[in-house]
């Protein structure tokens, strides 16, 4: 199936290319999402997001419990399910997976973009179905880092936290970092 893509011009939220799962695989582009039976394409994060996504990979890697790593940008399809996502930050055991992450990571982390909704509420309903554990979304328009943790299959907010030190956690793991240079 050909899919006729138009360009996306920052600002744009996402756009929504409708597809079967087989056709998605088959179309294999990557860096991408695929969820609700849409390829989902958005446009490129600022330089603000990418800033704040490093700086947090770079914090969390301090942190890494032994056998697991943090990877950027790299796409979560969970063992039987039929939908893509990727996340901005994964802690997860180390893999030799090559395509996406099938198991389940230990913390999932969404730098909030233009596309508000979707990391507040889509990607969280997911990431609470497909099981994992701990979600943090990073807010830097609002200056605020939330932190979740699953419990009965829907997130609990465990954390705000909006200036100065803080501890944020994911299972048994702590992270101290200060927000304001995180989210500077």
Do not use: C
Not at 70 to 88: A, H, K, M
Not at 102 to 110: A, D, N, R, T, W
Not at 124 to 143: E, L, T
Request: charged share 25%.
């Amino acid at each position: 199936m050909t899919v006729a893509m138009e360009s996306i011009r920052r600002g744009d939220e996402m756009q929504r290319f409708p597809m079967t799962w087989e056709e998605y695989l088959a179309a294999d582009v990557v860096p991408s999402e695929y969820y609700g039976g849409a390829l989902v394409v958005a446009a490129q994060p600022s330089q603000r997001h990418q800033d704040v996504e490093f700086r947090l990979q770079l914090i969390l890697v301090r942190h890494l419990a032994p056998g697991t790593k943090v990877t950027r940008g790299w796409g979560w399809i969970p063992t039987g399910v039929r939908e893509e996502l990727g996340p901005d930050l994964m802690v997860h055991d180390v893999t030799e997976e090559q395509r996406a992450l099938s198991g389940i990571p230990h913390l999932v982390v969404e730098v909030v973009s233009s596309n508000r909704g979707n990391d507040y509420v889509a990607k969280a309903q997911r990431y609470a179905a497909w099981g994992a554990p701990s979600y943090w979304i990073v807010d830097p328009r609002d200056h605020v880092v939330v932190t979740m943790e699953l419990v009965d299959g829907l997130y609990v907010e465990t954390g705000r936290f909006t200036s100065g030190q803080a501890t944020l956690r994911y299972g048994e793991v702590e992270v101290s970092l200060d927000i304001d240079e995180l989210l500077a």
